[in-house]
């Protein structure tokens, strides 16, 4: 007889991103940051100032899926990714 688990909690990464108004069509870079269990591998991507597109592509190869992605103004948005 085997001894019931605790299900894993899955990991979530909600990251807030900013492009720069002054420069149309400029690229979106993240502002802040927030991990909830584990965002490994991709922990260095995520850091304010780096660019969003790099830390999506670590974090979409490492399992991760966008669950929403919103515009919440013209140049501000978030995006927040979960693993099961």
Known sequence: M???TI???PDLVLITWQRN???PNSKRR???V???GSASPC???LVRGAL???ALRCLKNNGFHIVVAQNTTAVTGFVLL???
Do not use: G, M, T, W
């Open 2 to 4: 085997s001894l019931p």
């Open 21 to 23: 108004p002054l420069i």
């Open 7 to 9: 299900p894993r909690q």
């Open 52 to 54: 969003l597109s790099k």
């Open 30 to 32: 993240i502002v802040a």
């Open 82 to 84: 979960k693993r099961n």
């Open 34 to 36: 927030r991990v909830i």
């Open 43 to 45: 922990r260095s991507f």
